[in-house]
């Protein structure tokens, strides 16, 4: 069973940056795509930003230009790098395969407010 934690959340201001980590248990990513969730209180979960096993990327139109997705086979890690954060990019943020399967972890709390 592979696990996956999330951290890096916290509050930050509008226009900030924050660097969400998703820590892997074992070396996955050359196996499955991973991708970054999140979910907003009344609204539905959904996919911003995903990496496949070769590398190729592609983001939520809502995130593209601020949001950026790296992957370190070295430390089973994928991180989400978001920049120019705007409050509607408050939500819960969760790690897991894309298409998503398994457990969901319990994610990772970003807030933007002023």
């Known amino acids: 069973q592979v696990q996956l934690v999330e951290s890096g959340g916290g509050l930050v201001q509008p226009g900030g940056s924050l660097r969400l980590s998703c820590a892997a248990s074992t070396s996955i990513f050359n196996i499955y795509a991973m991708g970054w969730y999140r979910q907003a209180p009344g609204k539905q979960r959904e996919l911003v930003a995903a990496i496949t096993p070769g590398g190729r990327t592609n983001y939520a139109d809502s995130v593209k230009g601020r949001f950026t997705i790296v992957r370190d086979n070295v430390k089973n890690m994928v991180y989400l790098q978001m920049n120019s954060l705007k409050p509607e990019d408050t939500a819960v943020y969760y790690c897991?395969?894309?298409?998503?399967?398994?457990?969901w972890g319990q994610g990772t709390q970003v807030t933007v407010s002023s």
């Open positions: 897991n395969k894309n298409p998503y399967g398994g457990y």
